[in-house]
C-alpha cells in the first residue's frame, strides 16, 4: 500500500432486499462502513504528518471539536496566525517534507499577491444565481411576445433579448435540464393557443401544469443544496403572473384587435342613418349620418325620404345602404 492509504471496511451488506429490519440493519452498516473508512483515512494521514492519531479518530467517530489554542496544544495544527503577515513571518524558516525530499520556507520578504475577479466573473456571480436566471428567462420570454404582438415598440424587443442573453449565459454555469426547458416552451404554446382556441380552460390548465413542473425541473441537481435551487415560492409566483397574464392580459388585447373598427372607412359600416330623398333599387340619392350628408345607392328595396337607413359597404365616397 502507498504511504496515506487505508484498506478494511468489507462488511457485506443488502442493497434493497428484505423487511424493514433487513433494511434498517443495512443501513446501519452502510454508515458503520463509511465512519470505519474515514476513520481510517484520516489515521494514515495523522501518521503520515505526525498528528494527533487518537484525537483524529475521535473527530470522525465521535465528532469532538477544539478551539485554537486546545488544537495548538493537542498537536493538531502548527500554528495559530492572526493575520496573513503574523502567518508569513511564523512559517519563515519552517522544514517541510515534500514530494521531493525536506524543504525550507522563506517567507519573511515573500510578495503578498490578491487575484481579483475578472469584470465577466464578477457579472457571472451575480446573475448565476438560479432564481434571477429563472427570472431574467421569463422576462425574456415575455419582452418578445410584447413586441411580437405590437410590432415596432422596440423596447420589450431589446428588453426582452437582453434578459434571455444574459440568463442563457447564467444557466451555463447551472446544472440545466432541458426537459424542464422544453416544459416551460410547452406551456406558454399552450397559453398561446388557450386564448386562440376555445378549450373551455383545458389548454390554461395544462399551460400552468406544464410550466410549473418544467420550473421545477429546470435546474437539476442529486446534491440538496439551496443555492442551486430555485425557491419554491418563487416558482409559484411566477407561474400564477404567467398564467394572469396570458389567460388576461393578452388575451383582453387579442379581443381588442378582433373588435369591430369604430374609426375610418370600416367604422361606418352597419351605421344608421337616415334617407334625405327618396330611393329606387340601384339609384342615387343621400343620406344624413352622424351630422355629414353622404352619397348614396340603394341596393334592394325602395326607401322613402325620412326613413332609417344601414350602411351596408362603402366604396370611395359613396355608400351603399339598405332599409331597416
Known amino acids: 500500500m502507498a504511504p496515506g492509504t487505508n484498506i478494511g471496511a468489507a462488511h457485506p451488506v443488502m442493497m434493497s432486499e428484505g423487511g424493514e429490519s433487513n433494511r434498517k440493519d443495512t443501513l446501519d452498516i452502510m454508515m458503520e462502513k463509511a465512519t470505519s473508512d474515514a476513520a481510517a483515512f484520516i ?21 469532538v471539536s477544539l478551539t485554537e489554542t486546545e488544537a495548538l496544544k493537542e498537536n493538531v495544527i502548527d500554528i495559530v496566525a492572526k493575520n496573513m503577515d503574523n502567518l508569513l513571518a511564523q512559517l519563515d524558516g519552517r ?42 428567462l421569463m422576462l425574456g ?4 411576445l410584447f413586441e411580437l404582438s405590437n410590432p415596432g415598440s422596440i423596447l420589450p424587443g431589446v428588453v426582452g433579448v437582453i434578459s434571455l442573453i444574459l440568463a442563457f449565459y447564467s444557466f451555463h454555469s447551472l446544472p440545466i435540464n432541458f426537459a424542464g426547458l422544453a416544459l416551460i416552451i410547452f406551456s406558454v404554446v399552450l397559453f398561446i393557443a388557450e386564448i386562440k382556441i376555445v378549450s373551455h380552460g383545458l389548454l390554461a390548465a395544462g399551460g400552468i401544469i406544464s410550466f410549473l413542473i418544467g ?21 409559484i409566483t411566477v407561474t400564477i403572473l404567467t398564467a394572469l397574464f396570458f389567460i388576461f392580459a393578452l388575451g383582453k388585447g387579442i379581443t381588442a384587435q378582433r373588435r369591430k373598427p369604430t374609426t375610418g372607412s370600416e367604422g361606418l359600416v352597419d351605421e344608421i342613418g337616415v ?13 344624413m349620418l352622424h351630422g355629414e350628408i353622404w352619397k348614396a345607392v340603394c341596393l334592394e328595396e325602395e326607401i322613402q325620404e325620412g326613413e ?10 359613396t355608400l351603399k345602404v339598405g332599409k331597416i
Request: aromatic fraction near 4%; proline fraction near 3%.
Open 141 to 144: 420570454i415575455y419582452g418578445l
Open 275 to 287: 334617407a334625405l330623398s327618396n330611393f329606387k333599387p340601384g339609384s342615387v340619392g343621400q343620406i
Open 215 to 235: 420550473s421545477l425541473m429546470l435546474i437539476k441537481t442529486t446534491v440538496p443544496f439551496a443555492i442551486i435551487q430555485i425557491s419554491l415560492s418563487v416558482i
Open 43 to 63: 489515521r494514515s494521514i495523522a501518521e503520515k504528518r505526525n498528528r494527533n492519531i487518537e484525537w483524529a479518530e475521535k473527530a470522525v467517530r465521535k465528532s
Open 308 to 317: 332609417n337607413v344601414k350602411v351596408i359597404e362603402r366604396k370611395d365616397l
Open 95 to 136: 522544514e517541510v517534507e515534500t514530494a521531493a525530499g525536506t524543504k525550507i520556507i522563506h517567507t519573511i520578504n515573500a510578495e503578498v499577491r490578491v487575484t481579483e475577479m475578472t469584470t465577466i466573473q464578477k457579472l457571472l456571480d451575480i446573475i448565476s444565481d438560479p432564481n434571477l436566471a429563472y427570472i431574467l
